[in-house]
């Protein structure tokens, strides 16, 4: 396998007003970002120093065994719309910002007919670039590579259309922009091992699909998970998918977070990082996430130590029919945060993809165990950080039994108390 670590954005269209001011509405809005939208995405990668770069660039790189820049992040926009030279290349180019693009070499210069099958309602009609189009394109320091020939789902494609798709496209494109073509987008992000096997055997260096659908792998050049920019998205999820990682705040915790009530300086240009820090931290220990001493997180407690917890005695996590191994990080069988994880996680091959890591900073005064105050290690990692207004419950007096390490304390990060619930946390990276 031909590895490729890097993450890879994923956007369609750009426009000059936000999709539900399109006319006629798109059928799928989340493909479409108002031009004003894309500049804050771009803003917001810069403020926090990713480095774009084209995927060849990045599969070149790689291949040669040389370190991808700090932060790297590769933007890929799909199709070849006019809109990506009329409002996207604009805003990339004023930011010093590249990006790849991905054309369909047998619709050069016409629409999506793919996306409006006759007969049916269908997405708006969207004009393609043609070849000196992308020729300036190229001139203007974009890559261009391969979305196949007509856009079709290629798994369903018999094997000589397939080649013509896969290997003929990138001969055809190459032809019509005067320039080599290295890389590759499966239409709809479609592809299985034949598929793979084609886009690796006809010359590309890598080859994307998308995040969730079967047969993307995370590290496979020729198999890369992207991840869609939204309308919607904010920094965090933003930050979390420039940083290789799918994410998605729950809608609950956007309205809190738009509301005041979390207090996150908007304008910062920071990461909303939200801290859970429990009461009796050790809750964990007994019924979530499980976490041990000194050993890891099978050193477990006795089962009196459990007991103290409010673990009943058979359900410590000490037997293994009470232990989850299914995310990696080891939950209790019965842990509630586990079951919400696995409720997102719908194929076995997400829950095999996704783990985590447990963040405990000791108490000084308390059991000794406790993984209270985590901030204090987060700020002591490197972010630099700011703690905000308490958001669930009022303040309490856990600050003064489960003080932070007085190593770890850093007075200008320093909140007024120490919550039973949980802060919003708001982290500069
Ligand atoms: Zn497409």
Redesign the pocket.
């Known amino acids: 396998m031909t590895r490729l670590r890097v993450p890879v954005l994923m956007f ?1 269209h750009v426009e000059a007003v936000p999709p539900a001011e399109l006319a006629p509405p798109p059928v799928h809005p989340d493909s479409y970002l108002s031009r004003r939208k894309l500049a804050a995405v771009l803003d917001t990668l810069a403020y926090h120093g990713h480095h774009t770069l084209t995927l060849a660039e990045a599969a070149a790189r790689s291949r040669a065994g040389r370190r991808l820049p700090h932060r790297a992040v590769v933007l890929t926009f ?2 070849g719309c006019r809109c990506f030279r009329d409002h996207a290349l604009p805003e990339l180019t004023a930011r010093g910002m590249t990006a790849t693009l ?1 054309a ?1 070499s047998g619709e050069l210069g016409g629409s999506n007919r ?1 996306d409006r099958p006759s007969g049916e309602p269908g997405e708006r009609r969207e004009d393609l670039l043609d070849a000196a189009a992308l020729r300036g394109l190229i001139a203007a320091g974009i890559e261009v590579g391969s ?1 196949g020939r007509h ?1 079709p789902d290629l798994t369903a494609c018999d094997d000589a259309t397939l080649a013509g798709e896969v290997a003929g496209s990138r001969e055809e494109l190459a032809a019509a922009i005067g320039s080599s073509v290295a890389t590759f ?1 499966y ?2 992000g479609r592809l299985d091992a034949r598929v793979r096997a084609a886009a690796a055997a006809a010359g590309y260096a890598a080859a994307a699909a998308i995040h969730g659908v079967s047969a993307a792998r995370p590290g496979d050049a020729f198999a890369l998970p992207r991840l869609p920019v939204n309308p919607r998205d904010g920094r965090f999820e933003l930050l979390l998918k420039a940083s290789g990682a799918n994410a998605a705040l729950s809608p609950d915790m956007q309205a809190l977070l738009g509301s005041g009530q979390c207090n996150v300086p908007t304008a910062a240009g920071g990461l909303p990082f939200i801290c859970f820090d429990l009461a009796g931290g050790a809750n964990l220990v007994g019924s979530e996430v499980l976490v041990g001493v000194q050993g890891g997180q099978r050193n477990f407690l006795s089962t009196a130590g459990y007991g103290k917890l409010g673990v009943p005695g058979n359900m410590v996590p000490s037997s293994s029919a009470n232990i989850d191994a299914s995310l990696g990080l080891l939950w209790h069988a019965d842990g509630a945060i586990k079951r919400g994880i696995l409720s997102k996680a719908t194929t076995p091959a997400t829950a095999a993809g996704t783990n985590g890591a447990v963040l405990c900073a000791m108490s000084q005064n308390d059991t000794q165990n406790n993984p209270h105050n985590p901030m204090y290690g987060i700020a002591m990692a490197g972010a630099q950080g700011l703690l905000l207004n308490l958001v669930g419950t009022e303040s309490s007096v856990s600050g003064g039994n489960s003080q932070a390490p007085m190593a770890l304390i850093n007075p200008s990060l320093q909140p007024t108390t120490i919550s039973q619930r949980f802060h919003c946390f708001q982290t500069r990276y």
């Open positions: 369609h799909d199709d991905f369909v793919w979305h856009h987008c239409p709809y």
